[in-house]
């Protein structure tokens, strides 16, 4: 997925293969509201998973560190 975004990241102050977990793809201007939407769909599609969007806080979805970990253990197969 971050290679997706890889390119806007660089433009930034921070280096793709170096990014914080704290890293807020919204607050950081690399994605705007319909981005959030295009995320979640590319997200669902590279897992095979259905984003819990009651589950997931509305502040958080954009983190990379707490969208990671939600992923993590929402893709794990029985």
């Known amino acids: 997925m971050l ?3 890889a390119d ?3 433009l ?7 990014i914080p977990d704290s890293f807020d ?11 959030i939407l295009e995320m979640i769909s590319s997200i ?3 897992f ?3 984003l819990d969007m009651a589950a997931l806080d509305a502040e958080q ?8 970990q ?3 253990e929402n893709s794990k197969t029985a």
Do not use: M, W
Not at 12 to 18: G, I
């Open 3 to 5: 290679n997706k975004y």
């Open 8 to 10: 806007a990241v660089n």
């Open 12 to 18: 930034s102050d921070v280096k793709a293969d170096e």
């Open 25 to 35: 793809f919204l607050l950081r201007g690399i994605i705007d509201s319909f981005g």
């Open 44 to 46: 669902e599609d590279e």
């Open 48 to 50: 095979h998973i259905q």
């Open 61 to 68: 979805i954009t983190i990379l560190g707490p969208l990671c």
């Open 70 to 72: 939600y992923v993590a």
